[in-house]
């Protein structure tokens, strides 16, 4: 018995671990338009978006329902096949951090945990048609492209409404407003994508036998815990894919950045809403790359979108394989806590090397293939 309490204290640690990567990767998502148009400060930006993400998180537990109850089986579904599914999560997320690519933490989650689930369980314990396609998949295709239609949209009303006044006051006028749109899209953003975290854990907690199968809703230490780790991730900032949303995509201004947070944060809410796991990465890029081609198409480097793109279609089966794999090698040591343990073990020791490989590579006075 305390085998599998320490098992369950390892899987819980874990997810912890992803729900604050996914607040270090996912900071660009909510900072990046408020940074590259001077409407804030970096730091200032990077704080206020960990505070709206923590308080964002206590709002709705729908997409945690979802996670925890319609995507895999929770009455199936182990300990290490939770384990192996966040491992995957965890290492897709930190590779697209290291490569600078916004891709979608939400969906590394998700094909972690299928492609888990697949090697321990079988098929039979995923929910392909009403899960996955109806629940994750669908809106992963719909969300960025209603996102880019309506930050377009927008930009053209503003253009038409504004475009003949004198653009100092009118910039001015939407610097200020992206703190509002900056919050509110933090807000979504801590609502949508802390609650995965959740449902993970009320996963895992349903495999020990604390929540039952048939109603893990997530007990309120879950709720602080992954909401305290997402805002500290976000805080901790993602400064490389920062880079890569706020400037890479096109040059924005502030109005392109104000359309683009408030539409990526109307989206990310409506899809809370009714409990969709959305990613809120494909989202806010679609606003942005929306924001930007309602100027002129030649405005976004198309190059730029097509590296987002294909990190997009890659994150599911690369994370389902690492997630199918790390099973896989944790099953040898057994079912009790000595394979979790090894494996984070190394997982940590190999995120220290990424970490420190990436701090001597800022150092170098060159820059790196990635960042040219």
Not at 55 to 82: H, K, Q, R
Not at 93 to 118: K, R
Not at 119 to 139: L, R
Not at 343 to 372: K, N, Y
Request: proline residues 5%; charged residues 10%; without cysteine.
């Amino acid at each position: 018995m305390e085998g599998e309490f320490l098992t369950v204290a390892i899987v819980v640690a874990v997810a912890l671990l992803f729900d604050f990567t996914n607040g270090f990767h996912d900071t660009a998502n909510v900072v990046a338009t408020s940074i590259s148009t001077r409407a804030m400060a970096p730091r200032v930006a990077v704080a206020y978006a960990a505070i709206l993400n923590f308080v964002g998180a206590f709002i709705s537990l729908e997409v945690a329902a979802t996670v925890a109850e319609d995507v895999v089986d929770p009455a199936a579904v182990g300990l290490l096949a939770v384990f192996g599914g966040l491992v995957g999560a965890i290492a897709w997320n930190l590779t697209t951090w290291y490569f600078g690519l916004p891709s979608s933490s939400s969906h590394a989650l998700i094909g972690g945990m299928v492609g888990a689930v697949l090697v321990a369980e079988g098929a039979d314990a995923v929910f392909f048609e009403q899960g996955v396609v109806d629940k994750v998949m669908i809106p992963a295709l719909v969300a960025p492209a209603l996102a880019f239609a309506v930050a377009g949209l927008s930009m053209l009303l503003l253009y038409r409404i504004f475009g003949g006044l004198r653009p100092g006051p009118v910039a001015r006028g939407f610097r200020a407003g992206q703190v509002v749109s900056g919050g509110l899209l933090a807000l979504a953003h801590g609502t949508n994508d802390a609650q995965k975290t959740m449902g993970v854990i009320a996963l895992a907690l349903v495999a020990h036998g604390t929540l039952p199968a048939s109603d893990p809703t997530p007990p309120t230490w879950v709720v602080v815990s992954a909401a305290a780790a997402i805002g500290l991730g976000t805080y901790a900032g993602g400064w490389r894919i920062i880079r890569t949303m706020g400037s890479r995509i096109h040059k924005m201004d502030s109005a392109q950045g104000f359309a683009a947070q408030g539409s990526g944060a109307a989206v990310i809410l409506a899809s809370t809403h009714v409990g969709f796991p959305l990613s809120t990465t494909h989202t806010i890029s679609g606003a942005v790359i929306g924001s930007g081609a309602a100027k002129r198409l030649s405005a976004v480097r198309w190059g730029v979108a097509g590296n987002i793109l294909a990190a997009w279609v890659l994150t599911v089966p690369a994370a389902a394989t690492i997630g199918g794999g790390t099973y896989a090698l944790t099953r040898l040591f057994g079912t009790g806590p000595v394979g979790p343990g090894v494996i984070s073990v190394l997982a940590l020791v190999a995120a220290g090397l990424l970490f420190a490989r990436r701090v001597q590579e800022a150092r170098s006075p060159a820059p790196t293939a990635a960042e040219a």
